[in-house]
């Protein structure tokens, strides 16, 4: 899951900040941060090993792993988010604006966890809201087209957005069979993780 999945996929503030914090941190670095935080990051990491074992999510993989093979994965949560974005039984366009600017106002409170790259990236990210706009074609455009910058071993011209684009519908399935699984797995994380605190 990319940004958007991610961040609706919380249940307090600071599980926002550990579900952003986790790529951008060492594992051992966890441990030095509030339990609110560090259970988004707990929470982040289960999400993305729930995905990678999704039959569905594995069927999605062969809409790019002929273009970008073992990136596909990274692709597959970019097409998600868009799906996310447009699923109005989640929240209405209204909520999903109020959860952009909730997310980024819940980051910037919490700027003294964030690590300067992330801070960078948040900036650019609020300026565009890329959260709400993950909803756009040229959202996910522009967020495949940083996958493609980010990624050592791919031609920047490889057509992933194409292939999104004309795989829109089969995507959809795709997302369709997923997200809820996905949803009755975190809350089910969620329940585990406050029985702890």
Partial sequence: MNYLAHSFLTFT?????????????????????????QDGITLHRAIDTFTDAHPAIHEAKKVFAPLVRLYAGAF????????????LSLNSLAEWKAHSLRVYR??????????????????KMEEDDWLYNYREDWAIKFSMRNVLNKAKYLDKDIPVFEAFLGNKDILQKYYDDFFPDLLAHTNGINTLLQLEN
Avoid at 17 to 31: A, M, P, S
Avoid at 76 to 83: E, H, K, R, T, W
Avoid at 108 to 113: A, M
């Fill in 13 to 37: 503030g600071g599980q926002i900040v550990g579900q952003f914090l986790e790529d951008f941190i060492r594992n051992r670095d966890r441990f030095s941060f509030p339990k609110d935080i």
């Fill in 76 to 87: 597959v949560d970019v097409a998600m988010d868009y799906f996310v974005a447009n699923d």
């Fill in 106 to 123: 819940v980051l910037n409170e919490n700027e003294k966890w964030l690590p300067e790259n992330f801070k960078m990236m948040l900036k």
